[in-house]
């Protein structure tokens, strides 16, 4: 094995399900997270680790981390991509949704960064790929909670982007605008749901596919070490906001 170990966090579907398979396609050895353990073992990739990490369990991400680092090497490239998007309007919104998402979102991606970046620290080397979104930048109507993980995502990315460059480390925001996943499918509220659909419509059905910012992710941290391509916003080329 003559590439180093990438860890994919949300590795069971959409984003990361596609830069599980592109970045082993590749050849980097991986460790996949998600909670759907069923949907990581069925991708069936080589010298991939598959673990069912709740990634708000600290203690759980850890141990998988440490176990992916035994048996093919420190980590190179996290993948920090969990996430979920629960819309709904703050005044009717159940107070439980935007708990999971800020635990998932923020204190998730927060897990992931702590289990790697010592060890990046020491070896002067690694790459750190926060997936945040368009709304990380700019709000949306019915989006009051989760825009706020994400804006705290790019906040979290670019501070520590300079934390850790003395080191050496690199730290990369990937916004990407509507992606077809299953993301929108856990939203309870039907009337938002349908209103993003039809969206999703007027923009001819052609927003990203999950592969389009899998390539943005693998070109990211595919550039030389010396290189930090600090932000990639993409969006299809119809999508306005
Ligand atoms: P998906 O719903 O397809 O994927 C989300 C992934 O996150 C799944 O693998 C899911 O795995 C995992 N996940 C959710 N909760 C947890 C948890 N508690 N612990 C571990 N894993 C978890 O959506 P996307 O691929 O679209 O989403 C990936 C990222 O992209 C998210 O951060 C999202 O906010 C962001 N994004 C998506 C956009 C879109 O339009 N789709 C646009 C902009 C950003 P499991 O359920 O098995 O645990």
């Known amino acids: 094995m003559t590439k180093p170990l990438i860890i994919i966090t949300g590795a069971s579907s959409g984003i990361g399900e596609a830069a599980a398979r592109m970045l082993s396609a590749v050849g980097h050895p991986l460790l996949l997270l998600a909670r759907r353990i069923d949907r990581l073992e069925a991708l069936a990739l080589p010298n991939a680790l598959c673990r069912g990490v709740d990634i708000t369990d600290r203690g759980a991400l850890l141990a998988a981390v440490s176990e992916a680092e035994t048996q093919f090497g420190p980590a190179d490239g996290l993948i920090n991509n969990a996430g979920v998007m629960l819309l709904g309007e703050m005044s009717k919104q159940d107070p439980a949704q935007w708990e999971q998402m800020l635990d998932v979102n923020v204190k998730g991606l927060l897990n992931g960064i702590h289990a790697v970046v010592s060890g990046m620290i020491e070896r002067k080397r690694g790459t750190i790929i926060n997936v945040s979104s368009v709304a990380g930048r700019k709000t949306f109507p019915s989006h009051v909670a989760y ?49 993003y659909q039809a969206w999703k419509q007027d923009m001819g059905g052609t927003v990203l596919s999950a592969d389009d910012v899998a390539s943005a992710i693998r070109y990211a941290y595919e550039q030389p070490q010396n290189v930090c391509i600090r932000e990639i916003v993409l969006a299809a080329t119809r999508q306005q906001p």
């Not at 706020?148 to 690199?170: C, M, Q, W, Y």
């Open 147 to 195: 825009v706020g993980t994400k804006f705290a995502v790019h906040g979290i990315s670019e501070n520590l982007r300079e934390e850790l460059s003395p080191h050496d480390v690199r730290v990369i925001t990937i916004a990407p605008g509507a992606v077809e996943t299953e993301l929108l499918s856990h939203t309870t509220d039907d009337a938002i749901k349908t209103g």
